[in-house]
């Protein structure tokens, strides 16, 4: 195949909401290297509207600097791939799905893990309804769990399956759809399982009805997080009823699930259990003072009463929520990183949130700009607190349902694939050739800030108060790039002058103004010559004269 390189471009925009920056300016950074691989189809696969799916992409650097890619494949099964630092395709390994349903997989510190499961239709305490394996680092089998019943009629249904380690323990954070309750329904929840790796065995789990303090138990969830900080775990959930919310738990990695504490990072409009919420979740990351969530919102001024009364295409905005790490309500924040207006028509998708260290964090996402087709992803750092520490930047690029990972070079790794080619673009930002459809991307968060900031689009949208000749006015404005809003003076125009006409010819006995003009509006028309005598007044200064009769001053 003929390659073509295609340039990505990083430009600026503007950082909406607390804090304003400008927007965009284009620049290019970066190399090519061709990785050959095998192609899925991931591409935007992150996104979703109600609820989320699993994930089938993974990435991870290795110890040399190289990169080991997993995806599942259009054939159903789990393929291997090892790359090396210079982008050469060293191998690659097949792995059977063992069972009807993949729930993901994790590149582990000393091992590798699978998950997978198969429907449980009878609703038997008995039936095998997840397994989990343990692999090697090269993916052979040492390894599983099986485990029956679970309270489990469907595994991983409207949600997803991700993954943490602490202490020695895999944490195992997913969803199912549960045991007809007495309504005859299977209601859906999130559930944890917790693993001694060593030989694979089940630690803990939470898979009954509960609350969230109990269990961390949320239903419906409809995307789940977690990420550990030390010995603390923290767990993430899109919640439609119990709570309707997006929520973080706590709980600490030698204690059971009994206990959590946890938070309402940011409630949500409509009635409880009522699958549309007008929101996304797409990442947590802990920084060295808060727990951070990235996610989609809509204005939350709909009364969701139904399923349907979901509208996919009202204007969503992109939100971070900002929790202490003990989980205080009262000191939670929300920071809308983006406020584009109603009637903006730019269509905003489930982002990445990526901890790039304790003061800083990496949050990506898509958007297709109104008026355009083609997607383009935005990154803005955040700092410690969950506020942007740098203007937006735009990467004509795309994501994937590969979550963003941190290399030991400080870069951030991910991959998109289409159709049939790897490409690695080294530098700040990446590009590349003409049907290239399998694409590793790596962006510096360091070199994010190395471009010339540009000025906003400001539309007039409102006059709120008209100017006058000489006075201003104030108008309401909104950048065509970003959304935001601001008011602003109109300044006064002038007076805006007619034809002048001769009113009072002067002549030389006038002693008043003389060439009085006729016209719009008023200025010094002429000046007048008066040489009458004027009274005399004592001042009491004695360098003080005057002149008595004719005759004038000459100041020197």
């Known amino acids: 195949m003929a390659k073509k390189l295609i340039s990505l471009a990083l430009s600026r925009l503007l950082v ?3 804090v ?6 284009r620049a290019v950074i970066g190399s090519t290297v061709y990785l050959d691989g095998t192609p899925v189809c991931n591409v935007a696969a992150n996104r979703y ?11 991870t650097q290795t110890a040399d600097g190289g990169f080991t890619r997993a995806c599942v494949t259009f054939e159903k099964t789990l393929l291997v791939e090892w790359y090396s630092p210079e982008g050469k395709l060293i191998r690659a390994k097949t792995v059977e799905i063992p069972m009807l349903l993949f729930g993901g997989f994790h590149f582990g510190a000393k091992y590798n893990f699978a998950v997978f499961g198969q429907m449980n239709l009878g609703d038997d305490p008995e039936a095998e309804v997840i397994r989990v394996v343990r692999y090697d680092k090269d993916m052979n089998k040492l390894d599983e769990v099986s485990l029956k019943g679970m309270n489990t009629y469907s595994p991983f249904e409207a949600g997803s399956c991700r993954f943490a380690e602490a202490g020695g323990r895999l944490y195992v954070f997913t969803c199912h759809e549960m045991f007809a309750t007495s309504d005859g329904k299977h209601h859906q929840s999130n559930m944890t399982m917790i693993f001694d790796e060593a030989p694979l ?4 789990s939470f898979y009954d009805l509960g609350n969230i303090a109990w269990g961390g138990y949320v239903s419906h969830s409809f995307n789940q997080f977690i990420a550990v900080d030390g010995d603390r775990i923290y767990r993430a959930d899109h919640g439609d009823a119990n709570p309707r919310a997006l929520s973080v738990t706590l709980c600490w990695a030698d204690d059971k699930l009994d ?7 940011f409630q949500l409009a409509g009635n409880k259990g009522v699958n549309s919420t007008g929101a996304t979740l797409g990442g947590i990351a802990v920084t060295k003072d808060r727990v951070l969530l990235a996610a989609t919102i809509d204005s ?8 349907y009364d979901h509208n996919s295409t009202e204007q969503r905005n992109i939100l971070v929520t900002s929790s202490t790490k003990l989980l205080e309500s009262k000191q939670n924040r929300t920071i809308r990183v983006t406020n584009y207006a109603a009637d903006a028509g730019v269509q905003v998708f489930t982002p990445h949130l990526t901890r790039v260290d304790d003061e800083t964090a990496l949050l990506m996402w898509e958007e297709i700009p109104a008026g355009k087709t083609c997607a383009v992803v935005r990154a803005v750092l955040l700092d410690a607190e969950g506020d942007p520490k740098t203007e937006i930047y735009t990467l004509e690029a795309r994501l994937s349902d590969c979550a963003p990972v941190l290399g030991a070079d400080g870069c951030v790794y991910w991959y998109v694939s289409d159709e049939d080619r790897v490409l690695q673009i080294d530098g700040a930002i990446t ?4 049907g290239t459809d399998l694409i590793l991307y790596k962006l510096n968060p360091a070199h994010i800030g190395a471009f010339t900031p540009a000025k906003h689009n400001w539309t007039l949208q409102t006059t709120i108060t008209p100017a006058t000749c000489e006075a201003d006015g104030e108008g309401a ?3 065509a790039v970003c959304g935001v809003t601001k008011t602003e003076s109109l300044p006064a125009p002038g007076h805006d002058w007619g034809a002048w006409t001769v009113k009072t010819p002067a002549t030389e006995d006038t002693v008043t103004p003389v060439g009085i003009q006729q016209g719009s509006g008023v200025r010094v028309g002429a000046t007048q010559r008066i040489f009458t005598q004027g009274s005399l007044q004592n001042t009491g200064v004695d360098t003080d004269v005057a002149i008595v009769g004719d005759g004038f001053f000459q100041p020197r």
Not at 20 to 25: G, K, S
Not at 431 to 434: A, H, L, T, Y
Request: aromatic share 20%; net charge negative; with cysteine.
């Open 201 to 204: 065995a089940l630690w803990d």
């Open 16 to 18: 909406c909401g607390a």
């Open 20 to 25: 304003l920056f400008p927007a965009p300016a």
């Open 431 to 434: 590009s590349v050739s003409d």
């Open 477 to 479: 404005f909104q950048c």
């Open 49 to 59: 509207v109600v609820f989320s799916k699993p994930v089938n992409s993974y990435l």
């Open 300 to 307: 939350q001024t709909a009364n969701y009463t139904t399923y």
């Open 259 to 265: 206990y959590n504490r946890y938070t309402e990072a």
